[in-house]
């Protein structure tokens, strides 16, 4: 389809992902590029964060950064401030996972002020993006090893959830959420009880997962995991993360 239409942006954005799942994330940067160059209006903050995650995938921070301010930009130009703050807390996460928390809890902060600062955001909104800081502070907390401030977030979190002010869909979040905490505790029994209530399609969970039996010495379930998640082909920040490190652990170099 390139060598017939070679500026078409859906087979532009599809090359480049599949080639970053494939590990060759020079040569998918050279269509995700040409994705942004040829995007249609409406695709372009699609065409920039997927070039975000291209370079999350080797923690290039700078890089990310780019593109996310340059995706959130166009959504708060628009006036269109909860997707902005979207973009702003996947670019916290991105940080987070890459090992800087202190520039995720900067953009997670960031991500729930843009959200909350309209006057039109209903209050059930306002209280699922609450939901959503706390959380992100517990998770934040954890990686920096203050179990004690992670664990007065996570009560906090939990209090949203009891008072039914968020979205029931949203409970699923919650083994995830203590789970984390659990695993940067060092708690990895704990880890792996409540990971596993949590969402098994989504490879970062699994990833962790697999990481908690590592700690518990059970290397076999772990590199189960890391077999499955190479069977997820999505191309987002949770495979990001999830995707080269199960390549690492089971001797993949590419």
Not at 180 to 190: D, M, P, R, S
Not at 217 to 236: F, S, V
Request: some cysteine; glycine content about 4%; aromatic content about 10%.
């Amino acid at each position: 389809m390139l060598a017939t239409d070679p500026d078409n942006y859906e087979v532009n954005i599809s090359a480049g992902s599949v080639l970053d799942l494939m590990g060759d994330y020079d040569k998918a940067r050279t269509y995700l590029k040409h994705a942004i160059e040829v995007a249609p209006t409406d695709r372009r903050v699609q065409s920039l964060r997927t070039m975000a995650v291209s370079y999350a995938f080797q923690c290039d921070m700078q890089k990310v950064l780019n593109f996310e301010q340059l995706a959130a930009e166009t959504q708060m130009n628009a006036q269109k401030l909860t997707d902005a703050a979207g973009i702003y807390n996947e670019l916290a996460r991105i940080y987070l996972e890459c090992g800087d928390a202190a520039s995720a809890n900067k953009w997670y902060q960031t991500g729930y002020q843009t959200a909350v600062k309209s006057l039109n955001v209903p209050e059930a909104d306002r209280d699922l993006w609450s939901f959503r800081w706390q959380s992100a502070k517990a998770r934040v907390a954890a990686r920096e090893g203050k179990a004690a401030e992670a664990n007065t977030d996570l009560t906090a979190a939990k209090a949203l959830l009891d008072a039914g002010k968020v979205p029931a869909n949203q409970k699923v979040f919650y083994p995830y959420l203590t789970g984390y905490l659990a695993f940067y505790a060092g708690n990895y029994k704990t880890a792996i009880e409540e990971l596993q209530k949590a969402d098994q399609k989504d490879p970062f969970i699994l990833a962790l997962l697999a990481q908690a039996y590592e700690k518990s010495g059970n290397n076999d379930e772990a590199m189960k995991l890391y077999r499955q998640i190479l069977t997820i082909n999505a191309h987002n920040p949770t495979n990001a993360f999830a995707r080269p490190l199960a390549k690492k652990k089971l001797g993949m170099t590419s």
